[in-house]
């Protein structure tokens, strides 16, 4: 029998309830990475639920490429992206015999630790956040290495572009495109290296694709209403929640 038909009805709510927040993220609320790609993977597995994942965030991707497009700052892009495929590639290697608990725990203990490195840069105004450098390649290779094993790089890269204090705007159209190409580029990677995307994946994400949808829309509604301080606000709550759920979750 196939594994889509085997979930319940509470695993197909979960679902589509990852399947929305996939959406909100992709709009621009960013941060609640963790609490989607958690969800995923209490209902398919971990390993598994990477590639459901990855198809539903690259339709994300689309529709944010398309509505943010305008807004891109492919500067931040030219900087990131050689690091972030260079994560990747190591991610790809290294995955199959991580421990997955452990991982996700040095992840957390990472994020909140470049969390409090950016609130001390709040506090400290006259601190300088250079572009490149030892910041953007720290940030790029890790978020290269966390997107293949787990979907994570959002947390990486927000931190970036929150700490260089890029305009809401910019930072959604940057963003948006970053992840469009790194999540093409993984495609291949998940079929063939980790085998993780099939004619079964490709069924359960046309049931839940009306979702992500969905939650983009209502996303772009909220995003519309808040300033840019509000929304850098949210955006690192946001972030400061989710890796918090992740170094507790066993």
Not at 85 to 97: P, Q, T
Not at 171 to 180: A, H, K, L
Not at 225 to 241: E, M, Q, V
Request: hydrophobic share 55%.
């Amino acid at each position: 029998m196939e594994f889509i038909h085997s979930l319940t009805t509470y695993q197909w709510v979960f679902a589509l309830l990852g399947a929305f927040l996939i959406g909100i993220n992709k709009s621009g609320l960013r941060g609640i990475d963790v609490a989607q790609v958690t969800i995923m993977a209490l209902v398919f597995g971990s390993r598994y639920s990477t590639g459901i994942v990855l198809l539903l965030l690259c339709l994300g991707d689309a529709f944010a490429v398309f509505y943010y497009h305008r807004d891109a700052q492919w500067r931040y892009l030219k900087i990131l992206l050689p690091w972030i495929v260079l994560g990747i590639l190591i991610g790809v290697f290294v995955g199959r015999d991580l421990n997955e608990i452990i991982f996700r725990k040095i992840m957390a203990v990472i994020v909140l630790s470049a969390i409090s490195l950016l609130l001390l840069f709040e506090y400290k105004k006259n601190i300088h956040i250079p572009e490149k450098g030892w910041f953007s390649t720290s940030m790029g290779l890790t978020a290269g290495i966390t997107t293949m094993l787990g979907n994570l790089a959002g947390a990486f890269s927000t931190l970036y572009f929150l700490a260089l204090k890029v305009p809401k705007t910019n930072f959604i159209g940057t963003v948006s495109w970053m992840f469009f190409l790194i999540n093409l580029f993984k495609i291949p990677l998940q079929i063939f290296f980790w085998k993780n995307v099939s004619l079964e994946t490709l069924k359960i994400d046309l049931l839940l694709a009306p979702l992500v949808i969905i939650g983009f829309l209502i996303g772009v509604q909220i995003v519309k209403r808040l300033n840019n301080d509000h929304y850098r606000k949210l955006i690192l709550i946001l972030t400061l929640i989710g890796c918090i759920a992740m170094l507790l979750k066993k």
